[in-house]
Nanobody
Framework: QVELVESGGGLVQPGGSLRLSCAAS????????ARWFRQTPGKAPERVAQ???????NYADFVKGRFTISRDNTNNMMYLQMNSLEPEDSAVYYC???????????????WGPGTQVTVSS
């Protein structure tokens, strides 16, 4: 089994920055694609960014130039550096990873419980 836990959320003023972290633990053999999603109550979840095991990155248009996704395969960590934050960025941010965790099991998608980001003056 695999557990993902996000951290780093909080309250910031517009224009401020936060760095989110996603820690993966368990019997991990390899993490393939790792993603950040966000969701506001009443709205569908949005994919913010993703990074493959080898470092190929894709961003949603609404965060390009402001957010940076990265990962540390040695420590099973993923990060999202968020700069120039706007009130519209307020949401619960979730990490999602496709994980090879056991022999004979398919690559499985895991989710963390989320961390709240609030951008407000």
């Amino acid at each position: 089994q695999v557990e993902l836990v996000e951290s780093g959320g909080g309250l910031v003023q517009p224009g401020g920055s936060l760095r989110l972290s996603c820690a993966a633990s368990g019997n991990i053999i390899k993490i393939y694609v790792a993603r950040w999603f966000r969701q506001t109550p009443g709205k569908a979840p949005e994919r913010v960014a993703q990074v493959t095991h080898n470092g190929d990155i894709n961003y949603a248009d609404f965060v390009k130039g402001r957010f940076t996704i990265s990962r540390d395969n040695t420590n099973n960590m993923m990060y999202l550096q968020m700069n120039s934050l706007e009130p519209e960025d307020s949401a619960v941010y979730y990490c999602n990873e496709e994980v090879d965790f056991a022999v004979g099991q398919p690559i499985t998608s895991f989710w963390g419980p989320g961390t709240q980001v609030t951008v407000s003056s």
